[in-house]
């Protein structure tokens, strides 16, 4: 066995055994000597070699270091969160601002109120409001871009005001967020005549959309649930077309969790469809729409301990709300004047509003952006709705009727009969919201206009680019409006869509800005004749 040494730093120090005695002494002898001592000291937590004499080696073994999780168990929590609380409430409650007194706890599996209406995430007001504006706009800056678990997170940075009970522990995060904001300073200015267009790249995340926000927060719930319930949950499961399969499948992978995902077949990008592949969730690819692959989750849901992820379940607005805080805190707590937000299941549109709304409860903020939704034409049920309500957002409601979507290359947005119609209604009222359409011409040309300018966009920001070049060209928003449009996902998840458009390969579309590469053979005279052709060389 070879010899042990304790240091007077109390770190353990072992030689390893050699051949010759005399090494060894030698070896022990110099470990006494205080200079090398101090030489031989590992750093903190770590695992030292050093070489020393003739083969002889000293190895320093300290206690394992604490990581970032380890690290968040020992820092005390603030003076009175305590009294922080958040639960589900009908969602008919907040549209009526009156509380009916029915609740759930968030550790209970539950979706609809008892009259089979949509939940909503409840926050103890009050006690958020212990703090004052400044004291919130303060913490929240300075969790930004570090590495404390889970601060660093663009959602968990909010942490109190999105599952303030959820221990550290159990959150499962991939340090999302804190996308960017990308000043479209070119497109906006010779597109459009703007010189404060900006885009905030919601897509810039871990699976490559901004339902990385929302996913967190849910399954972290689910990982709070189940160790609070073992076998109450066997899996998660959702209705996809497309991106929030990807983040399910991811979160739950890093959680350990199996995940299930209903997919329309043939009608997402395979790029969306090989996330969930390689993150080892269970693939459904069904011969229907996302109409049709949503009811079936919610019958499967209904069936088993298979906990449903899809945004008829309020926890995933909570972080999805956060983008909205983030754009704040972006413009130093100043509200833009627009915000464009591409619409399907209409979700966003209220996370939006929410994250917005609670930053003007609290005081951090005097006023809200007004919002715009922006829905492809081939899925338009609610521009069909407001349009029918002649842009009154109070009757829009009795003008809705769901439809049979449309095939659209925005296939995120393809959806006829959007769960968070409600919602969405509510979030228009508020801000005086408006609703635009875009066709597929309009998009595909929207999305490949900006990407000249230095985007690379999915075809859903086209479509809110398009909302707004016609809202610009009629005057609606100004010239110096402060005007933010949402890339819901990375242009790297759509690249066959911009194939075909750049290929001139879809029909009925003129592709006016298509740049297809020029085939030249391997001569220089003839690359020179392109080349002069195109720049007038």
């Known amino acids: ?172 995060s991939m340090f999302e967020g804190n996308s960017n904001l990308f000043w479209a300073e070119r497109f906006g200015r010779e597109t459009l005549g703007m010189t404060d267009l900006w885009v905030k790249q919601c897509g810039n995340s871990h699976t490559g959309s901004f339902k990385d926000l929302g996913m967190t927060v849910l399954v972290s719930q689910v990982n709070r649930i189940r160790k609070q319930k073992p076998g109450s949950i066997s899996a998660v499961g959702c209705a996809s077309t497309g991106d929030t399969s990807a983040a399910l499948s991811a979160y739950c992978a890093a959680a ?42 919610k019958q499967v849901t209904a069936e088993t301990p298979i906990y449903l992820a899809n945004s008829m379940n309020s926890l995933r607005l909570e972080g999805q709300k956060t983008a909205a805080i983030e754009i704040l805190q972006q413009f130093d707590w100043q509200v833009p004047d627009w915000v464009i937000i591409p619409g399907g299941n209409l979700g966003n549109i209220y996370a939006f509003y929410k994250g917005f709304k609670m930053c003007q409860q609290l005081g951090l903020v005097d006023r809200l952006p007004r919002l ?57 009222q508020d801000v005086d919201g408006i609703v635009e359409e875009a066709s597929e011409e309009e998009l595909m040309d929207a999305s490949a206009r900006a990407d000249r300018t230095g985007m690379f966009n999915c075809p859903h920001t086209g479509v809110a680019l398009a909302a707004l070049i016609k809202l610009r060209q009629r005057n609606v928003i100004g010239a110096n409006d402060r005007t933010v449009v949402i890339s819901t996902a990375h ?47």
Request: overall charge positive; aromatic content about 8%.
């Open 1 to 172: 066995m070879p010899h042990e040494v304790t240091s007077k730093n109390r770190s353990d120090y072992r030689v390893s055994q050699t051949k010759s005695p005399r090494t060894r002494c030698a070896v022990i002898s110099s470990i006494e000597n205080r200079s090398i001592e101090m030489l031989l000291q590992p750093l903190p937590g770590r695992l030292s070699s050093i070489q020393h004499g003739r083969g002889s080696r000293i190895v320093a073994a300290a206690a394992p270091i604490k990581n970032i999780r380890n690290e968040a168990l020992d820092r005390a929590p603030l003076d009175k969160a305590h009294t922080f609380n958040a639960h589900f409430v009908p969602f008919k409650d907040v549209q009526s601002k009156n509380l009916s007194g029915e609740t759930y706890s968030l550790d209970e599996v539950v979706y609809r109120s008892s009259d089979g209406g949509l939940l909503d995430v409840h926050h103890d007001m009050n006690a958020l409001a212990q703090y004052g504006p400044e004291y919130w706009r303060s913490v929240f800056d300075s969790r930004i871009g570090t590495t404390s678990w889970p601060y660093g997170s663009g959602v968990w940075s909010k942490k109190e005001w999105v599952l303030p009970g959820l221990s550290d522990d159990d959150i499962v």
């Open 256 to 297: 350990g969790i199996p995940s299930i995902v209903f997919l329309p077949a043939d009608k997402i990008s395979l790029a969306q469809l090989v996330q969930p592949i390689a993150n080892g969730a269970l693939v459904l690819s069904i011969d229907t729409d996302f109409d049709g692959c949503m009811k079936l989750i």
């Open 372 to 428: 715009v939704v922006a829905q492809a034409a081939n899925a338009n049920p609610l521009y069909q709705a407001y349009q029918q309500a002649k842009g009154n957002n109070n009757t829009i409601s009795t003008s809705y009727l769901p439809m049979k979507a449309k095939t659209t290359f925005a296939s995120a947005i393809q959806i006829g009969d959007p769960v968070s119609i409600d919602r969405a209604i509510l979030a228009l």
């Open 491 to 537: 242009g790297l998840k759509f690249t066959q869509s911009k194939i075909a458009y750049h290929s001139k390969d879809i029909p009925g579309i003129s592709c006016q800005f298509a740049n297809p590469p020029v085939v030249v053979k391997e001569n220089l005279g003839a690359v020179m004749d392109v080349l002069k052709q195109k720049f007038s060389i």
